[in-house]
């Protein structure tokens, strides 16, 4: 499904690529000189004492990369062409290799000062929250990692891109912008992402018509200090039990409804960004017949200081519950069979961050972790052996241009 | 062990954000008084048809968020590098905003692809060239540095 669209998709970015080069060229100036490129490199470094996070991490591991290249370009004043590739490594998760991580066709069709009015087409990015456009560039998120628990690294897959078309607007209003995003499409899934779904179920069903749409609400004042935000997402799939696998699953649908709030503040030196977040997952039938449903919640809150412009340090307070009602896991340990604390994540972070430059960042971080929530199996396969208790330091060194 | 530090750093980071916070505030008002005669001016070349923009108009330009000119030919912004202290100056003094504010606007743009960065170039002499070269551009230089065929803009 994934490979089909990414084809789908190349083939009508060249198709305008090619249209467009034939009427750019009858203009003056050559369209080479207008395409910008740009890009990012990371090496991450995780030490942990007990659990493994981002590869075997209990010996020290440097398996977290991020890599990435983009090209934009206008071929006319209203038309923007954008396109990446991105290879990640997540510690021992199956490198997925490059992939096109967003191709765009934006046609801007309001353009003032008061008034912004455009429709998007292609692989976009989901606009959902404050962070997950580029969550996979390093200088752009408030830590080395983003809040796990909410920007959950498991279900990227679902909320982070999808082939959809969007519309977006903002406006003015003097003291301040409001801008609003809104997209449908279909998300980019693949078989591990099936078994997240299913809370880590070793099923070789698929799921089908999958789709989502995505909404944001944001408001930003005058200079940029403070923002708000509130987002959502609904994402539906058909899930289809491989034929004879045990356990045996049944056919039903799955549903993801999330709603995020947003909020930053600069006051001279001081920062602040918190998110908080409901997750409601909802399984029709494919458990025993019956329905079941999570209701999640999750979120996070980061003070943070400017030393300097080069110096950024933080305090980050992060809790998440697979289900509010069931807050200490017990009756997710009843009814899954895993450890009471895989239902639930509190954490604290501790960090620092130095750019020097514009090119270059680097992050050290220190976590506290208390739930196994956002662990991921694949790093620790003896699932009763996860421990509750934790700790992580994180150093990463990322470049971009 | 890891215990230990942890109980360990929490005392120390906040007694390095205090001591910080105290360098910060010396240091900010000391700043205060010695770049105030400095504002970087914006620049577009002499034939741009606009003589004034308001300050928010400004910002929506180098924010990349208005990619069009009223009579509907593009704009092309022009900064100097981040770290550059005439770039500092220009975004705390003239735009009135917080470096990474903008930024985060840019890199938003860049890295989704839902938008496009600055031209970012290396020095004013390389501003005032490029500015004067391109139809529809936009960029900033120190007051009182002199130009030719380049025009300030004034902010109403």
Known sequence: MSRFALWRFASILMLLLYGLTAYAESGTGHWTDEVSIHGFLSQGYANTDKNNFLGSSKNGSFDFNEAGINASWSPANTVLLSAQLLYKRTGNA?????????????????????????????????????????????????????????????????????????????????????????????????????????????????????????????????????????????????????????PAFQEGDILIDQ?????????????????????????????????????????????GYHISPEWYAYLRKEEVYLNKDDKDGVNHAISTGRPAHSAFAKNIVYGLRFQPTFEWTFGMEFHRVNGTVWLPDLENPNIAGQKQYWDMILLQAAYRF | MLNQFFQFLRPAILFFAVTASIFALAENNHNDTSEKSRHPEVIVPEDLPYEALSLNQIRAIFSMRVRRWPDGSPITVMVLRDQNPIHKNFLKSTLQMLPHQLRRHWDRYIYSGIGQGPIVVTNQGEMLEKVRQTDGAIGYIEEGVPHEQVRALAIR
């Open chain 1, 94 to 246: 199956k490198p997925k290799g490059t992939q096109l991580d967003y191709a765009i066709a934006d046609w801007r069709i309001v353009d003032s000062f008061d008034y912004g009015l455009g429709i998007r087409g292609g692989r976009l990015k989901n606009p959902y929250g404050f962070f997950n456009e580029t969550r996979d560039v390093p200088a752009t998120r408030p830590g080395i990692l983003l809040p796990e628990g909410i920007y959950l690294e498991y279900l990227r897959e679902l909320i982070h891109s999808s082939d959809s078309v969007a519309g977006y607007a903002h406006r003015d209003l003097g003291h301040g912008i409001v801008s609003f995003d809104a997209l449908f499409g279909q998300p980019i899934i693949n078989d591990n992402t099936v078994r997240s779904l299913l809370g880590g179920a070793p099923t070789n069903g698929s799921v089908d018509n999958e789709r989502i749409g995505v909404a944001r609400l944001g408001y930003e004042n005058a200079n940029g200090n403070w923002r708000l935000a509130v987002s959502h997402s609904l994402f539906r799939g058909d899930f289809k039990p491989a034929p004879g696998e045990q």
């Open chain 1, 259 to 303: 709603t995020m709030l947003s909020v930053e503040f600069n006051w001279q030196k001081l920062h602040f960004v918190s998110e908080y977040q409901w997750r409601d997952i909802e399984y029709q039938g494919i458990f025993f017949g019956t329905d079941t449903l999570n209701e999640g919640i999750g979120f996070y809150g980061q003070l």
